[in-house]
């Protein structure tokens, strides 16, 4: 157990002694969490932006967005609904390469993720600008299934499964955190699993 700023960080252990976060347990499986419905998305019209506080924004269709270069990634998915998945290989599009596309402009401090059917999750900038950080669209070398958010998800392993968007199609910077889908909800605006963001009020 360390104690770190005032506030108790532990680390809990699986049955085979690995490391996971508190209040986490392990599974093989790779359980299916959406709010609503699966969107219908048509790929002629699909498109991914990159808008907001940036120099000049992006519009990428399918055809460009595969043609930047791919990462492959192995990365643990932890949900607040206390699964985590430790072994997920994700192919796809690293976030800093997209950024590279536009120019951020300096007060730009955070992210909105955007996605088919309206979902969203906010980010700080220095959380996602992260080598394990990308916009995938396979997961152990197959496609992603449409409920896993085919054509196209975000992953950021080293937060909470909720700030992983399926069906991602943009990027937003912005200057102030604006609270996205779940965190306007009562979900933590940062949600480290290691440090058991799980809510901003007192339920978790
Ligand atoms: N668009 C969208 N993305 C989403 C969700 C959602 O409801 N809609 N659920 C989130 C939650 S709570 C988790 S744990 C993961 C689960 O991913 P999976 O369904 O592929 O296992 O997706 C996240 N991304
Ligand atoms: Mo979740």
Same mark, same amino acid.
């Given at each position: 157990?360390?104690?770190?700023?005032?506030?108790?960080?532990?680390?809990?252990?699986?049955?085979?002694?690995?490391?996971?976060?508190?209040?986490?347990?392990?599974?093989?499986? &790779?359980?299916? +969490?959406?709010?609503?419905?699966? !969107? $219908?998305?048509?790929?002629?019209?699909?498109?991914?932006?990159?808008? #907001?506080?940036?120099?000049?924004?992006?519009?990428?269709?399918?055809?460009?967005?595969?043609?930047?270069?791919?990462?492959?990634?192995?990365?643990?998915?932890?949900?607040?609904?206390?699964?985590?998945?430790?072994?997920?290989?994700?192919?796809?599009?690293? &976030?800093?390469? +997209?950024?590279?596309?536009?120019? !951020? $402009?300096?007060?730009?401090?955070?992210?909105?993720?955007?996605?088919? #059917?309206?979902?969203?999750?906010?980010?700080?900038?220095?959380?996602v600008a992260d080598d394990?950080?990308?916009?995938?669209?396979?997961?152990?070398?197959?496609?992603?299934?449409?409920?896993?958010?085919?054509?196209?998800?975000?992953?950021?392993?080293?937060?909470?499964?909720?700030?992983?968007?399926?069906?991602?199609?943009?990027?937003?910077?912005?200057?102030?955190?604006?609270?996205?889908?779940?965190?306007?909800?009562?979900?933590?605006?940062?949600?480290?699993?290691?440090?058991?963001?799980?809510?901003?009020?007192?339920?978790?």
């Open positions: 157990m360390l104690k770190k700023f005032g506030r108790t960080t532990k680390i809990d252990q699986d049955q085979e002694g690995r490391e996971v976060p508190p209040g986490q347990f392990v599974t093989d499986k &790779f359980p299916v +969490l959406t709010y609503g419905a699966i !969107p $219908k998305i048509d790929m002629d019209t699909w498109q991914f932006k990159i808008f #907001g506080l940036v120099d000049e924004e992006v519009t990428l269709d399918w055809r460009q967005f595969n043609g930047m270069g791919k990462v492959v990634i192995d990365a643990e998915f932890h949900c607040v609904t206390q699964w985590s998945n430790l072994q997920n290989t994700w192919e796809g599009i690293s &976030f800093n390469d +997209l950024v590279k596309l536009v120019k !951020p $402009k300096p007060e730009a401090k955070y992210v909105m993720i955007h996605c088919y #059917g309206g979902y969203t999750t906010n980010l700080p900038l220095d959380v394990d950080v990308l916009f995938a669209f396979k997961h152990d070398g197959e496609p992603l299934t449409p409920d896993h958010g085919a054509p196209l998800r975000f992953i950021v392993p080293k937060r909470y499964g909720w700030k992983s968007a399926k069906w991602a199609n943009g990027i937003e910077f912005m200057d102030k955190n604006v609270p996205g889908f779940w965190e306007t909800r009562g979900y933590h605006m940062d949600g480290d699993p290691w440090k058991e963001e799980r809510f901003w009020n007192e339920l978790g």
